[in-house]
């Protein structure tokens, strides 16, 4: 099924000196899940690609919680699944976390050094 195809997706944690990155592809929650069974407290990232385009059935709070991002990306375009969903929205705005969508400001280019993320461009 779709579901299972999506938790099946590539999922690739980048660390560069202090700044760490977490790409989700389309995982959603049953994907976050086993993430945390096998990743435990070492899912931080700096930046997370919130997967599945923030639908509702991605970014649950407990992963959100282990990845601690301050900043997110979701890649989202014009849809008629209404993604991104407003929940998933505002779970990472109450974490703190500053996010940003594609549809709103296309390409997000973060700069960094080896200690931290020095710009953030759209």
Not at 43 to 67: C, I, M, N
Not at 82 to 103: C, I, M, Y
């Amino acid at each position: 099924t779709e579901d299972e195809e999506n938790n099946r997706s590539l999922v690739l944690h980048f660390s560069y000196g202090e700044n760490s990155f977490l790409f989700t592809g389309d995982l959603e929650a049953e994907g976050e899940e086993e993430l945390i069974a096998v990743s435990g407290d070492e899912l931080h990232a700096d930046v997370l690609k919130v997967g599945h385009h923030g639908s509702a059935t991605s970014t649950a709070q407990e992963f959100l919680e282990r990845v601690r991002p301050a900043y997110a990306f979701i890649p989202v375009g014009k849809n008629t699944y209404g993604h991104p969903d407003g929940e998933v929205v505002k779970r990472l705005e109450s974490a703190g976390t500053q996010v940003f969508r594609a549809d709103i400001h296309k390409d997000v280019v973060f700069t960094m050094n080896r200690e931290e993320i020095i710009d953030i461009s759209r």
